[in-house]
């Protein structure tokens, strides 16, 4: 040949396609990378991971749960959970009212399944004298059968006196809120002392005549209104 070859010159830098498949490639390991990771996450890991990847991408994307093969969700989890809890009211309202019967009180003594766990509640004519927070006997017999079901479950006690509208004309008790408070005491201090209770467990609330259960506007609804609620508290 007698013209000079020319040489080829190459574009700088690196072709487009490159660099769509690199980007490419990433993707696909941290896709797997992901997934392999996934038999060890928890659910709520992965909501957490999935919003920050939506947040990344600025997508909306349909929100799906994995899960291994057998493994519960979190609806099937508080399924269970609210079951487990409904066997432990169950369980703890039977044995309640089975001392209630031992002692004859059935007309004077509720027993409740509400939001926190079992009510007892117990009419105040039962348990004290008018303008009194000391027990009465019958009173005393129903927690002595009550104290062995309190030392075998784990639950939290709040006990709340509550009286009627009506003064009290007492140089002991200024007012229904101590009355109250000194009855709910009064219930404390004999599982406590009586039973060898934790007292930790124990919370005692005076509330006067602020939590009627009925109007204040005869006799039979003021009895009903004085009374004392013993409340186990099950998570």
Request: proline fraction near 5%; glycine fraction near 6%.
């Amino acid at each position: 040949m007698g013209d000079e070859e020319k040489k080829c010159e190459c574009p700088k830098g690196v072709p487009g396609w490159v660099v769509t498949f690199g980007d490419m490639m990433s993707l696909l390991l941290t896709f797997f990378i992901m997934l392999l990771s996934f038999s060890n996450m928890d659910i709520q890991k992965f909501k957490e991971l999935l919003g920050s990847v939506e947040k990344a991408f600025g997508v909306q994307t349909e929100k799906v749960i994995l899960t291994r093969l057998g493994q519960k969700t979190p609806i099937d989890l508080m399924g269970s959970a609210e079951a487990a809890r409904e066997k432990k009211k169950e369980a703890l309202l039977n044995l309640l009212e089975q001392a209630i019967a031992q002692e004859n009180l059935e007309g004077e003594v509720s027993v409740i399944k509400n939001d926190r766990g079992v009510l007892l509640q117990i009419k105040g004519s039962v348990m004290f004298d008018p303008g009194e927070a000391k027990l009465k006997e019958p009173a005393k017999r129903l927690f002595k059968k009550l104290i062995p079901i309190i030392k075998s479950s784990p639950y939290e006690i709040v006990v709340e006196g509550h009286t009627d509208n009506l003064p009290i004309k007492s140089d002991k008790y200024p007012s229904n809120w101590e009355l109250s408070s000194a009855r709910a005491g009064s219930v404390v201090r004999f599982f406590i002392e009586t039973g060898k209770l934790n007292s930790k467990r124990f919370r005692a609330e005076g509330f006067a005549d602020t939590r009627p259960l009925f109007p204040n506007d005869t006799p039979e609804h003021r009895s009903k209104n004085r009374r004392v609620n013993i409340q186990f508290l099950i998570q």
